[in-house]
């Protein structure tokens, strides 16, 4: 059995990203990227596809762990019959190269240890060629080679498929291990291998403390926001701003299914709210280098416009399945990539152009090449916002009339009018001001229920799904409007031991609404947009206690998966998940702030009208 998937803390060295259990145990790393095959899958299989564990001889769960405060640096402390010892494990971020060190200290008495590394090539699948070179041993397969340098290591003669080296601590001694990888071309050892490990301490430590102290929440969460903010952080592919959703693939959303996905990608969807989240958390580099990244990515035909891209903007990101790993619990197939390139999303256009729209107002300068993109993203959408897609959740099936797709096409068209008239840039404003008013009684006509007194998923169907709750949030109807408390109202009915699912769940052997079978958990990112839309609406003590709720099914060490399962009390599905991070941090400052004063009678605009949509909540960077 895999240990839980709340069992896992994260290390990463802003390039890849490594996941460590309670055992001690480094059961996934890809190498050197973070969509890199990888080198260690026992997440998705078994210790035969690839671990690092380093823990004491008689194994079992860490007593306590505990990241350093302000950092990503992770302690995890034994306490055994013999003696006490500590376990640092830390990623340096910009090393030269992927590595990670490994200290163990002991805190009192002898503790025997072991370190065990079996290295597995190719998504857990190839043995490399292991050999000692000097006082190091390093493992080479194709293109890669990883060396593991330390205070001494043994190859084990009875297991020539794993480099291990037993050996015992006392009180006040420190033993230290390095891994690190180079192309396989390259001869010698690489150069994080030759700096002490207090050094590398020293430096990583810093290195978070100091990035974390521009933090600029001071509410009543703040701890909870610093470590998402930490988290969004160590997700970011340094090299170009891109920021991945998750540092997995395919931990499942059902335990047996067939809900896997790659999540080690960029996905627009979160462009808007990770642009937020960094600019009002004080984070405005970060922000500027995410906004490049998607010009970049999102450059070309209109018409080409995907839903996801790579670290590095690359657009093909073939999907292939992983046959010789058993899965996360036998949730299988395992795959690597994604077809979610393939998929027609009205949203994202949406997602892109209100991200240009609050880096503008954050002041950040807009080049002539991005309004010109502004522009030929708008004339696409001109010729095209009335066609079905597939929708936020990507579902399956036919292409639908889905509501949420609506809404932001109108955001984009509301967007551009407003960069606009910013920029004195007006040529087009007539066109996109009456798509804007189309889009807005077409939605309002057609994505409305009576029967439910909400916005429904799609056109012309009953089916509840969680993005309505975005309507306030991104301006289509201010929060007071009665569609919106009804819309928050019959989103209740979503809600499953106190969390929210994504939309109405089929009943058995229906299917769901995106054509696979099977239910899924409730979904942390939806759980929260509920909060923030109960706060929005004037229900300000459910909306603490649903952000609490969430709050309190971090894990150990404040992290979230993209769901949970109230039945099992498990966090599923790929983790940890920037949209989940993101989500709480948005909700924590609206939380923090005064609820807005009651309007006047007789002052407010028309609900339904383009001018009553409200400004999207954002501090300025």
């Known amino acids: 059995m895999n240990a839980p998937i709340e069992d896992y803390a994260l290390i990463s060295d802003l390039e890849t990203a490594a996941m460590v259990g309670r055992d001690g145990s480094v059961d996934w790393l890809c190498l050197p990227r973070f969509d890199s095959p990888a080198c260690l899958a026992a997440l998705l299989g078994t210790e035969e596809n690839g671990r690092w564990r380093v823990a004491p001889l008689p194994g079992g769960p860490c007593t306590r762990r505990s990241y350093r405060t302000d950092t990503l640096v992770l302690d995890s402390v034994w306490e055994t019959s013999t003696g006490t010892v500590r376990v640092t494990d830390l990623m340096r971020p910009r090393s030269g190269v992927p590595c990670i060190v490994r200290l163990v200290e002991g805190l009192s008495g002898a503790v025997g240890m072991r370190s065990e590394l079996r290295l597995r090539f190719h998504q857990g699948r190839v043995v490399p060629w292991v050999r000692e070179v000097g006082h190091c041993t390093v493992a080479v397969a194709g293109p890669d080679a990883v060396w593991l340098g330390g205070d001494g290591q043994v190859r084990d003669p009875g297991d020539p498929d794993a480099t291990v080296w037993d050996f015992t601590v006392t009180a006040g001694r420190r033993l230290a291990l390095t891994l690190a990888w180079t192309p396989s071309c390259r001869p010698g050892p690489p150069a994080p291998l030759s700096v002490p490990?207090?050094?590398?301490?020293?430096?990583?430590?810093?290195?978070?403390?100091?990035?974390?102290?521009?933090?600029r929440y001071q509410g009543p969460w703040r701890e909870a926001v610093l470590r998402s903010l930490i988290t969004l952080k160590a997700l970011t592919y340094a090299p170009t701003g891109g920021i991945v959703a998750a540092p997995t693939t395919s931990l499942p959303g059902r335990?047996?299914?067939?809900?896997?996905?790659?999540?080690?990608?960029?996905?627009?969807?979160?462009?808007?709210?990770?642009?937020?989240?960094?600019?009002?958390?004080?984070?405005?580099?970060?922000?500027?280098?995410?906004?490049?990244?998607?010009?970049?990515?999102?450059?070309?035909?209109?018409?080409?416009?995907?839903?996801?891209?790579?670290?590095?903007?690359?657009?093909?990101?073939?999907?292939?399945?992983?046959?010789?790993?058993?899965?996360?619990?036998?949730?299988?197939?395992?795959?690597?990539?994604?077809?979610?390139?393939?998929?027609?999303?009205?949203?994202?256009?949406?997602?892109?152009?209100?991200?240009?729209?609050?880096?503008?107002?954050?002041?950040?300068?807009?080049?002539?090449?991005?309004?010109?993109?502004?522009?030929?993203?708008?004339?696409?959408?001109?010729?095209?916002?009335?066609?079905?897609?597939?929708?936020?959740?990507?579902?399956?099936?036919?292409?639908?009339?889905?509501?949420?797709?609506?809404?932001?096409?109108?955001?984009?068209?509301?967007?551009?009018?407003?960069?606009?008239?910013?920029?004195?840039?007006?040529?087009?404003?007539?066109?996109?001001?009456?798509?804007?008013?189309?889009?807005?009684?077409?939605?309002?006509?057609?994505?409305?229920?009576?029967?439910?007194?909400?916005?429904?998923?799609?056109?012309?169907?009953?089916?509840?799904?969680?993005?309505?709750?975005?309507?306030?949030?991104?301006?289509?109807?201010?929060?007071?409007?009665?569609?919106?408390?009804?819309?928050?109202?019959?989103?209740?009915?979503?809600?499953?031991?106190?969390?929210?699912?994504?939309?109405?769940?089929?009943?058995?052997?229906?299917?769901?609404?995106?054509?696979?079978?099977?239910?899924?958990?409730?979904?942390?990112?939806?759980?929260?947009?509920?909060?923030d839309a109960l706060a929005a609406t004037g229900r300000r003590r459910e909306a603490r206690e649903a952000f609490e709720r969430v709050l309190a099914i971090r894990n150990d060490v404040g992290l979230l998966a993209e769901q949970w399962d109230p039945d099992t009390g498990r966090q599923l599905g790929n983790a940890p998940k920037a949209f989940s991070h993101i989500a709480l941090v948005e909700t924590a400052f609206g939380l923090s702030r005064p609820p807005p004063p009651s309007p006047t009678r007789g002052t407010a605009p028309s609900p339904s009208s383009p001018g009553a949509v409200r400004t999207p909540r954002i501090r300025p960077g």
């Not at 290195?207 to 521009?214: D, I, M, P």
């Not at 306030?472 to 969390?499: C, K, Y």
């Open 197 to 215: 490990a207090e050094t590398a301490l020293k430096e990583t430590v810093d290195f978070w403390r100091r990035w974390a102290a521009q933090c």
């Open 255 to 531: 335990l047996g299914g067939e809900r896997n996905w790659d999540y080690r990608f960029c996905w627009l969807r979160d462009s808007t709210s990770a642009l937020s989240c960094l600019l009002r958390s004080g984070y405005r580099d970060e922000a500027t280098a995410w906004l490049d990244w998607l010009v970049r990515a999102v450059a070309g035909d209109p018409a080409d416009l995907q839903t996801v891209y790579g670290v590095q903007g690359q657009r093909l990101l073939p999907e292939t399945e992983a046959p010789w790993l058993s899965g996360y619990e036998g949730s299988r197939p395992v795959r690597f990539g994604t077809s979610a390139v393939d998929t027609f999303q009205l949203d994202v256009y949406g997602e892109v152009m209100d991200t240009l729209w609050l880096s503008l107002r954050a002041g950040i300068p807009m080049p002539a090449h991005v309004w010109d993109l502004v522009e030929a993203l708008m004339g696409f959408l001109l010729r095209h916002w009335r066609e079905p897609d597939q929708g936020l959740w990507q579902t399956g099936g036919p292409r639908r009339q889905f509501t949420h797709s609506k809404v932001m096409a109108w955001v984009a068209a509301d967007r551009a009018v407003r960069m606009g008239e910013l920029l004195g840039r007006n040529g087009f404003a007539g066109e996109w001001r009456a798509m804007r008013e189309e889009v807005h009684r077409q939605v309002c006509r057609e994505g409305w229920d009576t029967a439910q007194r909400s916005f429904v998923q799609s056109y012309g169907e009953p089916r509840l799904d969680a993005s309505a709750l975005l309507i306030p949030r991104v301006g289509f109807l201010p929060a007071r409007d009665e569609r919106v408390r009804g819309t928050v109202r019959a989103l209740g009915r979503l809600g499953h031991g106190g969390f929210v699912r994504r939309y109405a769940q089929g009943g058995a052997g229906s299917g769901q609404a995106d054509g696979i079978e099977g239910a899924e958990g409730t979904f942390v990112s939806c759980s929260l947009w509920y909060a």
